[in-house]
């Protein structure tokens, strides 16, 4: 685990696990899943209301577990439901859910329109589908609200997680990097505008890192970041300036004037750079690109809180500290950059809380207990009576 890194839950293959409500995030790289499950002993019958408008009913204990998918190899996601049986249908009577969510998944993403005929071909299951942006900002509110160190600053190689009031959470900007970039503010529950966005995003780092490196995922193309040095391949400030900070405009000579600017006074092929080096630089361009974007739009706007998301991030130090210095250089010290721990699920989590089994966050007995390493959600939901 890299860091804090949350890395997606393995399915123990267990008789006594209930599990049922499985949402999908179809996106053009990747496929995200969420889903709720439960070993039968921790089934526990709660003659109480779990919020305040809400009818009496049982409490059902259990976790929300994710996993991830490349959607280039569908297929393999496809199997993987198939084999361990994760449908609507399994274990929906003896947790006490409706029978009528049988062979209903919920999804969200294009990749919902796209391979909808597919799933239904191949598994029988038809997707419901749920509208992209407010299935983000649903999945965010739901993190923010109800998991206890879910956001987190990253300054000078520390997590510093930060604490939400509730009562102070709106307004605020919401920055979900996947193959490109949303931008999105947010007002409140059901309360947003996409605002801006880019299509400089995950999709590019990995698009033009296996054009310029020949590297065969996104993962080892950010492992391959880690061992390079974007130096040799960006013009700096210093590159310019003999050495030395341009200091009437405030820039120091280790700033980047150019990303990839040195390749055009040298005399090399592609072959001749390192391909560490050209995945640091490309990583360092995008997530530069992105963190000044983001915070241009936040001051367009007046927000003073900026969270960040997607599977671009993955908990990487040097993709995290490299957006944190642009938010921190652009405003001045006056904005900081946040992190979600569960960065690349926001939209499965989103299309997940459409099941609506649970309506509100009550104010005790919280509806998350814990987060454990590997990012599973310990927590307990509403089902029939």
Not at 153 to 158: E, L
């Amino acid at each position: 685990m890299d860091g804090d890194r949350i890395e997606e839950a393995t399915l123990a293959n267990s008789p006594a696990d209930e599990i049922s409500h499985l949402a999908l995030d179809i996106g053009g790289s990747l496929i995200k899943m969420v889903y709720f499950s439960t070993g039968r002993e921790e089934e526990q019958q709660q003659q109480q209301p779990i919020g305040k408008t809400q009818k009496d009913g049982r409490l059902l204990n259990g976790r929300i577990s994710f996993l991830k998918f490349e959607t280039s190899k569908i297929n393999e996601c496809l199997d993987f439901i198939s084999s361990k049986q994760l449908r609507c249908s399994r274990g929906v009577q003896h947790s006490g859910f409706p029978a009528s969510d049988k062979n209903i998944i919920k999804a969200t993403g294009g990749g919902a329109f796209k391979f909808a005929d597919l799933f239904k071909e191949k598994l029988n299951i038809n997707l419901d589908k749920v509208e992209e942006m407010s299935s983000l900002v649903s999945g965010a509110n739901f993190l923010l609200k109800a998991v206890p160190s879910e956001a987190f600053t990253y300054v000078n190689g520390q997590r510093n997680y930060v604490q939400i009031d509730h009562n102070d959470l709106y307004p605020y900007l919401l920055v979900n990097i996947g193959s490109g970039v949303s931008m999105i503010k947010v007002d409140g529950d059901g309360k947003f505008e996409r605002v801006s966005g880019t299509s400089v995003g995950g999709g590019t780092f990995w698009g033009l890192g296996k054009l310029l490196t020949k590297c065969k995922s996104f993962d080892d193309l950010l492992e391959m970041s880690h061992q390079g040095n974007n130096r040799v391949i960006d013009m700096l400030v210093g590159d310019i300036y003999g050495g030395v900070d341009y200091l009437k405009i405030g820039l120091s000579s280790t700033a980047i004037a150019s990303s990839f600017g040195k390749a055009i006074s040298e005399n090399k092929e592609l072959e001749e750079y390192k391909p560490e080096d050209v995945a640091r630089s490309l990583l360092r361009m995008i997530s530069n690109n992105i963190g000044q974007i983001a915070y241009l739009n936040a001051l367009r706007f007046g927000l003073k809180r900026i969270f960040f998301g997607g599977f671009f991030i993955r908990g990487h130090a040097y993709t995290m500290d490299t957006i944190s210095v642009a938010v921190d250089f652009w405003s001045k010290g006056e904005a900081k950059a946040m992190f979600l721990r569960h960065e690349g699920f926001l939209g499965a989590l989103g299309a997940f809380m459409n099941y609506q089994l649970v309506k509100e966050f009550p104010n005790s007995n919280p509806l998350v207990s814990d987060l454990t390493d590997n990012g599973i959600i310990d927590c307990c939901v509403q089902v029939s009576s």
